[in-house]
């Protein structure tokens, strides 16, 4: 939907509601066109309920208001006299329009100092869920978000278990763009395993305003941009479009930034030219061929000496090992190692990667020069260009585009162009695990709008190659993600804290008795 067909849509909203409630308004002893002005009703509306006026904003916040109206719902026929169960589930089961029936079908009156407390423990309850849901929700939203590293991709730096805290504000909080969506879950519904959410109605691409810019090396959290999956690491035929804010999350570093020029030799990234420095907590990973001329080399005790994550032997003494540089160097002076080579695709050496043409012979450890789309700038389109920008015009800018002749058409304009302004930032994202990480490299851009927000803590990290207690990485626990140096673990003090904090209520209470 565009934002004129939302206008459309919200003040066609305003008229159901003034329909079904102007008696009501007047009943209540206010004026019946206080029924139909916008958001003047939704405050005149709260008084009428006696409910707090600051309600009326979270009926205009995407997904939490879905959750607001049936408590609306719900209060407005309490506060004339309709407070039986069966009137309860009535006004839910039809969204509401069983008001039409209170306001034009039933003589009620307006009760004006009703009690707000709920009449039963069930009611209690059932009251005390619902604003505990959305309380979450808006937190959940707009706020901050659990997250959980399910890939090897940024190993070292982020490791799989890993419980984080992404921030939604430091890049701007995404407004939901599905706006009939479960609470708190993604695309798949728990336990049923089925779609959380409808695709249409959508809102247009909303952000709010941003703490800070994504910098260079910054890790980011994001929409998969060629997500179709129907449920992610289940194997499955069946494709799925899916709205941008339903995309399966990706948890990445940001290596390029809009405007850049970025490549890639025998492995490392070069950005404008210059070797791209990543910070002293990242550690690149690449395989690397070992061979032991035939004697047995132990992966398992390499776990723990070497930290080896994945490991692989082909034949007798020769193995495919994950390493780091720092890892690699002290496992060749291992006597049993003969030789150890970092397994790099050769310059020239065809690979099926991003923009998918077998010309360029690029491939994951040589790659580029490409350059990345910024918001405002401008580039020649022609037959060359077009395989890098064509998924950008027509997927994420909502273009329709024709190639006729050689010449190139868009939006059934009768007139070629030539080129083409993009309408938003992208970035280029990669994992530090280098030859285990499906990224920019395979799918290319990822647009601003597909970003989800920033990692800044770790607050659990779970180890399933673990025994018992042991499972958890405890040194792991609440540490930030961002930073220079070896992560610090603040659990302790936080567990201080807590115990301070009982200790502290437990006192006055006990003083107040």
């Not at 109206?69 to 407005?76: A, G, Q």
């Not at 070292?156 to 504000?169: A, E, M, N, Q, T």
């Not at 395993?193 to 109605?201: D, H, Q």
């Not at 692989?312 to 495919?320: A, F, H, P, S, V």
Request: proline content about 5%.
């Amino acid at each position: 939907m565009t934002f004129s067909q939302w206008l459309i849509f919200f003040l066609a909203v305003q008229v159901i509601h003034a329909l079904g409630t102007w008696k009501l308004y007047a009943k209540a002893g206010r004026k019946a066109w206080e029924s139909i002005v916008p958001v003047y009703n939704a405050i005149v509306l709260m008084k009428i309920i006696n409910r707090p006026k600051w309600w009326v904003i979270l009926l205009f916040i995407p997904i939490i208001n879905l959750l607001m109206f049936p408590i609306i719902w719900i209060e407005t026929i309490r506060s004339f006299g309709r407070n039986s169960r069966q009137d309860t589930w009535l006004v839910v089961l039809t969204l509401g329009f069983y008001i039409y029936y209170v306001n034009y079908a039933l003589d009620v009156k307006y009760i004006e100092n009703r009690s707000l407390k709920p009449r039963t423990s069930t009611g209690e309850w059932v009251s005390s869920i619902a604003f505990a849901v959305i309380a979450a929700t808006l937190v959940h939203t707009y706020f901050m978000q659990p997250y959980t590293i399910p890939t090897s991709s940024l190993e070292k730096s982020l490791l799989i278990g890993d419980f984080l805290f992404v921030s939604k504000f430091h890049y701007g909080a995404r407004v939901p763009m599905t706006t009939v969506a479960a609470p708190m879950v993604h695309d798949t519904l728990p336990l049923i395993k089925t779609r959380s959410y409808l695709n249409k109605p959508q809102l247009p691409y909303l952000r709010l305003p941003a703490l800070q810019k994504i910098k260079q090396n910054d890790i980011v959290v994001f929409s998969w941009p060629v997500d179709t999956v129907e449920q992610f690491f289940k194997k499955t035929n069946r494709r799925i479009r899916k709205p941008i804010d339903k995309k399966s999350n990706y948890v990445k570093r940001c290596v390029g930034l809009p405007g850049d020029s970025l490549e890639i030799r025998d492995g490392y990234v070069f950005i404008n030219g210059k070797k791209n420095e990543l910070p002293d907590r990242a550690r690149l990973q690449f395989f690397y061929d070992t061979d032991t001329d035939g004697q047995p080399l132990s992966v398992k005790s390499l776990k723990n000496r070497y930290h080896v994550r994945e490991g692989g032997q082909l034949r007798d003494g020769n193995y495919i090992l994950n390493l780091t540089h720092e890892d690699a160097q002290l496992l060749s002076k291992n006597p049993t190692v003969k030789s150890l080579e970092r397994r790099i695709m050769s310059k020239g050496e065809g690979e099926d990667v991003f923009p998918n043409v077998a010309s360029l012979r690029w491939n994951k450890d040589n790659y580029g020069p490409i350059h990345i789309p910024k918001k405002g700038e401008t580039v020649e389109l022609n037959a060359q260009s077009l395989p890098f920008y064509k998924k950008v015009i027509v997927e994420y800018e909502k273009n329709s585009l024709r190639v006729a002749e050689g010449q190139i058409y868009l939006n059934n304009s009768s007139e070629p162009v030539s080129q083409y302004t993009f309408k938003q930032d992208y970035y280029w994202m990669m994992g530090d695990n280098r030859h285990n990480s499906e990224d920019s490299r395979y799918w290319g851009f990822v647009p601003f709008d597909h970003v989800v927000g920033k990692p800044v803590f770790i607050w659990f990290s779970w180890n399933s190659d673990g025994q018992g207690l042991g499972k958890i990485r405890w040194e792991r626990l609440f540490t930030t993600v961002g930073g220079s140096g070896k992560p610090v673990s603040y659990f302790w003090p936080f567990v201080g804290l807590m115990v301070a904090l009982y200790v502290f209520n437990w006192i006055r209470k006990r003083k107040k008795a």
